[in-house]
């Protein structure tokens, strides 16, 4: 049997790396984690880590953003059929007639997006800091893509902002029903309802609290709660219960999958790094804009 973690320590050395994983990868690849995180903390790793190279073991927009706030740095992605179809519902045609159609409004875009969206917009946000950059940036009116249900979250959090939605969405959060987490409730009275702000309106107004994957984390070792159902994909809920083995954790009815954060196994990773593959290449201009709204983020707390 191969020893896949033996084989990664000794890349990772020769090659000065690092290796980055979300909170959604398999839970070996999670194991083999530098950092292990949600994407706001990942894109500050990114952004500060000493290393020649970066192993993005999550989807292709956040290898692109660890590209773009550390240019000079080769970043890798081990899968390239690793992606997210909500960045890539919305296309430059799209933003630039919003933008025509409301020339007062901020562009806010949620990492969730393509190099060359985040060039076009002021600010980019994540999940964990949404509502922040949305209550803080200049003017009254906000346009917000590409998710309709985080766009629509946050709105609801900062009313003295009008903010105009897109019709993006997460194919894996979109799809938690009402239904799912009322039965859970039922199933676990005592259990704290945690979701994540990617779901549709009516399952964020049945939580106990809404939060990115990191905000999760957070919020579960601050809890005495015992037990928690929890609205998100099931990756996070691995860590979870992983890290606290005394707890219970509870899906919102079928577990929730992105067959596109399951793609990448330890063997990718190595192939990564011997082969550097595969690697992200983005033009200057693209960096050089996507990066003003992507360091702009970075100013926000969550
Ligand atoms: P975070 O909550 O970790 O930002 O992730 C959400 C997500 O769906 C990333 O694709
Ligand atoms: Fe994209 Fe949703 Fe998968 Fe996150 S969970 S990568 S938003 S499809």
Redo the contacts with the bound molecule.
Sequence with gaps: MTDWAAKIEELTFRRNAVILV???QVESVQLAAGHL??????SRVAAEVEADVIVFC??K??AETAKILSPRKTVLLPRLDAG?P?ADMITLDDLRHLKARYPDATVVTY??SSAEIKAESDVCC???NAVEVVRNVEGRRVIFVPDRNLGAWAARQVPEKEVILFEGY?Y??DRIRREEVEAARKAYPGAEVLV???APMEVLELADAV??????LRHVAASPAREFVVA??EG?LERLRRENPHRSFFSAGRPKI?SN?KRTSLGDVVAALELNRYEIEIDVETIRGAQVALRRMLDYAG
């Design positions: 979300h909170n959604y995180g949600d994407s706001l903390g990942l999550g989807v927009f956040m997210c909500m990492v969730n994540t999940s964990a997460c894996v959060h994540h702000p990617e939060c990115s994957t990191g905000g999760m998100t994909e996070l992105c954060m």
